[in-house]
């Protein structure tokens, strides 16, 4: 070991033990990988420079950023290249004595590169590579009284921390270590430098470089859009530039076969690959799927990943992948292994597990701080992973897939938040699936989401939503599978609900007849079809129209179903709601006092739908005039409510919006409006801003400040309504143009009778073309105009 001190300004030669030579300083061992064509010089050489300042040790894990949120990375980031860059500004710096480069796959690896260094540096014995390796690694060790060696260790893609052990150099003023590696293991925290993806301006850039030096060019919005097809990943940018070059076709060609799910992502890839990669992006995942699935608990990771693969990239929630459907598809597709029970049932901390080390080999960002968004994967590890599919595989993980959504799915959506990201894994499923969701039938989860977004206030997506789906099951299934009915059906809801009501009258008009002419007159879907059909004319604005419907269904349904049966009590209830609303308030209420008892017969005092009975009635007695009472009865309910569907269910919400609006009309304006502003913000917080419950509760505060003395408030609330509905539910809705009735109200009563009496002008004409001249609401325009018209003059 050399002890002594070193001077001149020449090369230095040093002596290991007594006589043998050692190379001379500077000195390199291994091989830098050459640096890429057009390199990008990214923020993380900054962040690399400063972390290695003064002797310290650096790990480079791949990560990327998708919309701002962390996703643990995966090969392919330009992890080697950073590293590379970093050791060849050093050497040609002369900040460096020696320079060793590993690649580390394994402790072999690494103790042959430490004993290729001893032999070089040191002179050691090559027989001995053990003892060399040891001897090495005391060399770096910092002494006291000696010129002290300017030395860079890089352990280039270390494949397990646990290769390591007793293989780390020593730490030290002059010493630096760097690592690059997949894997985020707790052993290696504190040490992390994570390399993110290439930003856009980044990847616009290394596009335009690297096809622009083989004079090939292409717009800046079309390589924006490949970069954002390829998830701004380095590994997959350069090697689809050399494929661009290679075939001699254009960005917008290669985008199209990466969007033809029968081309394989490594059919993607050049022949011959650039920059001296070794492999393509989804040959190096594979050796990291192969390692995870070592990991305890041993053979879940592939199957894991698997599921993950068809959903939403940017964000999983856990609940999803550990499902009661997932944690069945984990049992049956585990992979052999000696240290795996074949006939054990994983659990759901099992489940937990396998994404901890999908985590662990920076396949996946798994964090449960985010629970709604707790899983993140980047887009081509997924496409990579399906492509190991065969087509039967493929199906039917896309219908398991499927299940394990659908059952993570909460029958009320109390959690706007989930509610959103199981839509958009949903959206993501339906993309990546391909037809597997539609054979042997349409799978419930394509009519859940489309649910989801009607009762989450998004109603025109939903008719949007299921305007495609009818179209694509008819395509799959035919015109006359059941399926292919159940679509049309939701469609036909969601029109009218959309606003348009006589749209849905005409679309479950068209449904009918091909209910009857396949099922039968007497099926129960063809009765629920005239059911809705009913209540869609009620809605249209003939309401003595559907209480004749819902009266010659009453007696069909009591025939073919029971009188006790559900459906036959809710035809009942329709029944009594339209004979109300076609003027006969007291019969209502009779029909619903007469309806109480059998729901609660049939169903039990506490069922949702007693309830709703018992709502109702309060409504209706509060209509035929005693609003005390209605406001008594709605008093009773709401701790029935609360008990029962919990204080944040939307139907509690609506218990305390109609309290509010009884106390309201039994005298008391300024106690409703108080309660319509204490139930706002639970409206937001629970079903979302937009939300036409929540829009529905802006109305009825307006009104009731307005019936409190502040007409100019309330005109200034429903403006600012107006606003919001029009962006939400569109300028035609009827809610739209009732808000326009009420802002035409309140102005007027606010002092300009003239104004009030110009705006239901401009609504009349509008009401007329939507709703039609005879509808009650365009009456209800007309009388309040020629009441303006005469307060004005």
């Keep these: 070991m050399f002890t002594g001190p070193v001077t001149g300004k020449a090369d230095h030669h040093h002596y290991y033990g007594a006589r043998r030579p050692v190379a001379v300083w500077p000195h390199q061992v291994g091989v830098i990988p050459p640096r890429a064509g057009c390199f990008q010089s990214r ?10 300042t003064g002797g310290q040790a650096a790990v480079l894990v791949g990560q990327d950023t998708v919309r701002g949120q962390v996703l643990a990375g995966m090969g392919g980031v330009g992890k080697t290249q950073l590293a590379a860059d970093y050791a060849r500004t050093a050497w040609q710096a002369g900040e460096l004595d020696v320079l060793v480069w590993i690649t580390a796959g394994n402790a072999t690896a690494v103790t042959s590169g430490y004993a290729q260094a001893a032999v070089e540096v040191l002179g050691a014995d090559p027989a001995d590579r053990e003892t060399a390796a040891r001897a090495f690694l005391a060399w770096l060790e910092p002494k006291a009284n000696t010129r002290q060696c300017r030395w860079l260790i890089v352990l280039d893609d270390v494949t397990d921390p646990a290769d390591l052990n007793g293989l780390w150099p020593p730490t030290g003023p002059h010493g630096r270590i760097l690592v690059t590696t997949r894997r985020q293991d707790a052993a290696l925290a504190g040490r992390l430098i994570k390399v993110g993806l290439f930003s856009e301006a980044e990847s616009l850039a290394y596009l335009t470089a690297a096809l622009g030096a083989r004079d090939r060019h292409e717009s800046a919005e079309q390589l924006t859009a490949l970069a954002q097809d390829l998830g701004h990943l380095p590994l997959a940018l350069s090697q689809a530039a050399a494929y661009l070059i290679d075939a001699g076709i254009s960005a917008a060609a290669y985008r199209r076969l990466l969007a033809d799910r029968a081309v394989l992502l490594a059919d993607a890839a050049p022949e011959v690959l650039p920059d001296d990669q070794s492999q393509s992006a989804a040959a190096a995942w594979s050796l990291s799927v192969d390692r995870a699935d070592t990991l305890r608990p041993v053979g879940l990771a592939r199957s894991m990943l698997q599921l993950a693969a068809f959903l939403n990239p940017n964000g999983i929630p856990e609940t999803v992948l550990t499902s009661t459907p997932a944690l069945t598809h984990l049992t049956q597709h585990r992979t052999k292994g000696q240290d795996v029970t074949p006939a054990s049932v994983i659990t759901a901390v099992e489940a937990v597990g396998a994404l901890r080390a999908l985590d662990r080999l920076s396949l996946i960002n798994h964090n449960p701080a985010t629970p709604h968004q707790a899983i993140r994967v980047h887009q081509l590890i997924q496409r990579a992973t399906r492509d190991t599919l065969t087509p039967d595989e493929h199906d039917q993980l896309a219908r398991t897939t499927a299940d394990a959504l659908t059952s993570a799915w909460p029958a009320i959506e109390r959690d706007t938040g989930l509610a959103q990201s199981l839509r958009t894994n949903a959206t993501a499923l339906i993309r990546t699936a391909g037809d597997g969701l539609y054979e042997p039938g349409a799978h419930v989860v394509l009519y859940r989401a489309g649910r989801s977004l009607g009762e989450a206030g998004q109603v025109t997506a939903a008719k949007t939503h299921f305007h495609r789906l009818a179209e694509t099951i008819s395509h799959h299934l035919g015109p006359d599978h059941p399926d292919t009915r159940t679509a049309r059906h939701e469609l036909a809801r969601w029109r009218g609900e959309a606003g348009d009501a006589a749209d849905a009258v005409a679309a479950y008009e068209q449904l009918l007849p091909d209910r009857i002419r396949v099922q039968g007159e007497d099926h129960p879907e063809t009765l629920t079809t005239r059911h809705n059909l009913a209540s869609w004319r009620g809605e249209a604005g003939d309401a003595a129209g559907a209480a004749a419907a819902f009266e010659q269904l009453l007696p ?3 025939r073919v179903q029971g009188e006790d049966d559900p459906d036959t009590l809710a035809t009942r209830s329709n029944l009594a709601s ?7 308030a007291a019969g209502a209420a009779a029909a619903y006092e007469q309806l109480l008892p059998d729901r609660v017969r049939v169903l039990g005092k506490d069922h949702p739908a007693t309830l709703t009975t018992r709502h109702n009635l ?13 406001a008594a009865a709605y008093e009773q309910l709401l701790p029935d409510r609360v008990r029962v569907q919990g204080k944040d269910h939307p139907a509690t919400l609506t218990t305390r919006h109609n309290l509010a609006h009884w106390r309201g009309t039994a005298g008391d304006a300024a106690d409703a409006a108080a309660a319509y502003e204490q139930l706002l913000p639970d409206r937001v917080r629970v079903q979302g801003k937009d939300h036409p419950a929540t829009l529905a509760t802006r109305s009825n505060l307006a009104r009731w400040r307005g019936k409190a003395g502040d007409a100019a408030g309330a005109a200034a609330a429903y403006e600012q309504l107006l606003a919001d ?17 009420n802002l035409a109200h309140w102005r007027g009563k606010a002092g300009d009778a003239a104004g009030a009496a110009a705006a239901y002008e401009q609504l009349l004409a509008d009401r007329v073309r939507v709703l039609g001249k005879d509808h009650p609401d365009t009456l209800t325009t007309r009388n309040n105009l020629a009441s303006w018209r005469g307060k004005a003059e």
Excluded at 43 to 52: F, Y
Excluded at 620 to 627: I, K, L, M, Y
Excluded at 725 to 741: I, K
């Design 43 to 52: 923020a993380e050489v900054v962040r690399l420079r400063e972390a290695l």
């Design 556 to 558: 069909d349904r009591v």
């Design 578 to 584: 339209w004979r109300g609303r076609a003027g006969d």
């Design 618 to 630: 309060a409504h209706w007695r509060g209509r035929a005039g005693d609003a005390a009472g209605a």
């Design 725 to 741: 509905r029009v962006r939400v539910l569109g300028e035609d809705h009827p809610a739209t143009l009732a808000t326009r009735h």
